[in-house]
């Protein structure tokens, strides 16, 4: 017999799967429709930990990742001390710290003038002074692992989210492509944590505003050897940069070059490359031989942006989602952590009531995520915009050998102001806690 719409929903409010509907499944469409308090869109470092913290609150969170595994494209390793200390007032970070990781105190620039330092984390009061080096695959497998002892919890993997659920404006939940088929997932709240090239934020109306910082760069592998150096090496000069990061079994090294001129230098070559990374890095100049194609090289077209408005009824955007952030201090991964924490302190209690009354969100809480997180990313975001125009560009715009700005070492010698830089890509503008949790240092 068919049921009613009253048991319908009964089911659906238990968190029950129910067969899909109507049209939907009368053409096949949509296999099922499943029912929970907040849809997050996106398995990245934003939409993992904000599924972990709703979760372990007591808040139905489903958690959609187009991907089926975490073992993805490099995107960054980078697990900064804000991040840690959340980990640590979570009870998270002495585990965290037992993967396999390495600790980097310094940013270390080797110029003409000697080694410059522009960063340096062991000066700063707290408990981890140092960026955690983690494949980020690492991470995201220990927060959803964390996250599956919670019953509210689910994880979807292979799961594209394709359409939003909409109904007066008001956005209900999702449509996603699994390995067999359509699903829908209805939710009182939909999170898009979908990344830079959010789908979701598309399909919900938002454009972002972009600007384009003065570089690209050039990402691929090198071999790593036993005897090498660990962590990670930064160098700037003859109009490039480069950096090299230790992922244990090979280096990941970016090739830093001014924007738009990659076709130019493809056009030259690989040879080419070879030579300039070589000259800036002259250590790794015994395996450069192992880059033998552009295939190999991948180009990441730098750019930085920010959403006007990050919520509309029914849909809140975090992460790269809302605002992606310039490489310049990689602090992407952090600002989207911060953001999944400040949504979940803002919006843990009113979801619940939502769940337990039945009733939508209030669009108030959502404006407050945007209010809260907003200013501290156009903070970073003007920073990071001030050291690509006057120090990146003109690094990257001539052939001499690089020097920093006179005025900037010396600002760096001032006590009071050699901790800023360190600061600001610890914690960003400034930190955030976990509500209620916050340990005293
Ligand atoms: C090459 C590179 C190097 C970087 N290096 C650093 C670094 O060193 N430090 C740093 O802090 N930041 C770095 N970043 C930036 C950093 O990766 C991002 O800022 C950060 O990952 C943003 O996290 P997020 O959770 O908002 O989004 P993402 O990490 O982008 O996660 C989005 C997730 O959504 C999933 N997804 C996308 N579309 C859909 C869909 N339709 N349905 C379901 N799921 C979907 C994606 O598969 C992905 O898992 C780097 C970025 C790149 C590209």
Known sequence: MAKTTVEREAMQT?????????????????????????????????????????????VDATLLEAHPDFDREFRGDTIHPSVMEIMDELGL??????????????????????????????????????????????????????????????????????ELVEEDGVVRGVRYEGHDGKHEVRALLTVGADGRGS???????????????????????????????????????????????DRFDY???????????????????IES???????LVPEFADRMEHLEDWKQVSLLSVESSRCPRWYRPGLLLIGDAAHVMSPVGGVGINYAIQDAVAAANVL???????????KDLDVAYLAAVQRRRELPTKIIQAVQSLLQRQIIANALSSNSPFTPPLLLRLLLRVPVLRNIPAHLIAFGAWPVHVKGERKAL
């Open 14 to 58: 238990a968190g029950g799967e129910i067969p899909a509907s109507g049209e939907a499944a009368a053409s096949g469409e949509v296999r099922d429709v499943k029912r929970t308090t907040c849809c997050i869109v996106g398995g990245g470092p934003g939409g993992a930990v904000l599924a972990f913290l709703l979760a372990r609150k007591g």
């Open 93 to 162: 970070a002495e585990r965290l710290l037992e993967l396999r990781h390495n600790k980097i105190r310094t940013f270390t620039f080797q110029t003409v003038a000697g080694p410059f330092t522009p960063v340096d984390l062991s000066r700063l009061k707290t408990e981890f002074p140092y960026i955690t080096m983690m494949p980020q695959t690492s991470f995201l497998e220990f927060i959803t692992d964390e996250a599956k002892r919670y019953p509210n919890f689910r994880l979807v993997m292979g799961a594209r989210v394709r």
């Open 199 to 245: 789908r979701v934020r598309r399909l919900a109306g938002f454009e972002p505003i972009k600007t384009s910082p003065p570089m690209d760069i050039l990402w691929f592998k090198l071999p790593h050897e036993e005897e090498d150096p660990e962590g990670v090496l930064g160098r700037f000069g003859g109009g490039h940069g480069a950096v090299a990061l």
């Open 251 to 269: 280096w990941q090294a970016g090739y830093v070059i001014f924007k738009g001129t990659f076709p130019e230098l493809r056009h030259e070559g």
């Open 273 to 279: 490359l070879r030579r300039s990374y070589a000259k």
């Open 348 to 358: 843990t209690e009113p979801l619940k009531k939502s769940q337990s009354q039945l």
